[in-house]
Structure formats: structure tokens, C-alpha cells
């Protein structure tokens, strides 16, 4: 197989980054084309196919020109959120700046105390009713889950399977 053709489009690729670096001239390529035409499209198409909100931060073409060769002389500006809180008119609260990141989470514990309780519940009884948990099961599964020895997601999915066998 010839790969020259395709080096041959890197190397023309990047020439027409502004920098000497062989680091920067890398990232150009890579910034774009391999991320918009392989990357992003597939982690586009993936995300749509399962209904996910995907947001992919400071992809922007005309931002990148205009500051990653320096941000390549300044790598200490990616570390963290710097860049990011450097932008802003008015400072950040310090337990915002330094907070770690976190994952976007519904809360189901809290639904589950409250109006999901008695569809929770119905959902264990129906599987212990169909014989594939004991009859102790749903007691002890939501008593566990209340004492914080379980996660939310146990009482949850095992409730999803009961509704969703008693409805086949």
C-alpha cells in the first residue's frame, strides 16, 4: 500500500501553519483534519444516533488561528481551566476555578424517595412476582439502597427489568 499521497497532503497541509515548530505544525493538521474530518464527524453521528447532547469546547477555526501558536509557546495556559477563566470580564470565585470536573447527573436518588418510590417498588414486586428475584429480594435490595450500602442505579434497573417483563 502507498501512503506517500497521503503524507504528501500532511507535509502540504503543514506548511501553511504560521509556525516552526514541529509541535504546532502537528497540531494544525491534526486540528484540521483529522479531528473534523474523522473524529468530531463520528463522534457527531454517534451521539445523534443515540439522542446525546456532545459539545466538543473551543473547536472554533478562528480562534484556534489566532492563538495556538501561542499556546504552544505557552502550554501552562492549558492546564486546567486558565485559559478559560482568564477570558472573563469579572473574577471567578476560587471553589469555581479549582472545583474538579463533574459529570451532569438527573437526580434519580432524590425521585426515588419521592414520586418514583411507589413505581420502584411495583417494578421489584413484578420481578420477584415472575420468580427471577426472591420474595425478600425488593425489601432488602431498597433497604440497602436507603443505608447507602447500594447505588440508586441497583433498586433502578432491577425495577426497569420487572416493568419491562410484566408488559412482554
Not at 473534523?36 to 484556534?64: N, Y
Not at 477563566?85 to 425521585?111: C, D, N, V, Y
Not at 415472575?130 to 442505579?153: C, D, F, M, N
Request: proline share 7%; hydrophobic share 40%; net charge neutral.
Amino acid at each position: 500500500m502507498d501512503f506517500s499521497s497521503s503524507y504528501q497532503v500532511d507535509r502540504q497541509a503543514a506548511a501553511r501553519c504560521n509556525s516552526d515548530r514541529q509541535l504546532d505544525r502537528e497540531v494544525f493538521v491534526d486540528t484540521r483534519f483529522t479531528m473534523p474530518d474523522s473524529v468530531l464527524m463520528k463522534v457527531d453521528k454517534m451521539s445523534m444516533a443515540h439522542a446525546l447532547e456532545v459539545r466538543v469546547p473551543f473547536v472554533d477555526h478562528e480562534l484556534l488561528d489566532a492563538v495556538w501558536p501561542e499556546l504552544g509557546f505557552h502550554p501552562d495556559l492549558l492546564r486546567g481551566k486558565r485559559l478559560l477563566s482568564g477570558t472573563l470580564e469579572r473574577p471567578l470565585p476560587e471553589s469555581i476555578l479549582t472545583h474538579p470536573k463533574q459529570g451532569f447527573m438527573l437526580p434519580f436518588a432524590k425521585w426515588m424517595k419521592a414520586d418514583l418510590a411507589p413505581v420502584v417498588e411495583s417494578g421489584l414486586q413484578q420481578l420477584a412476582e415472575s420468580g427471577w428475584i426472591t420474595k425478600q429480594t425488593p425489601e432488602r435490595v431498597l433497604s440497602e439502597w436507603h443505608r447507602g450500602a447500594a447505588h440508586w442505579s441497583r433498586p433502578w434497573g432491577l425495577s426497569v427489568l420487572g416493568h419491562f417483563l410484566a408488559r412482554r
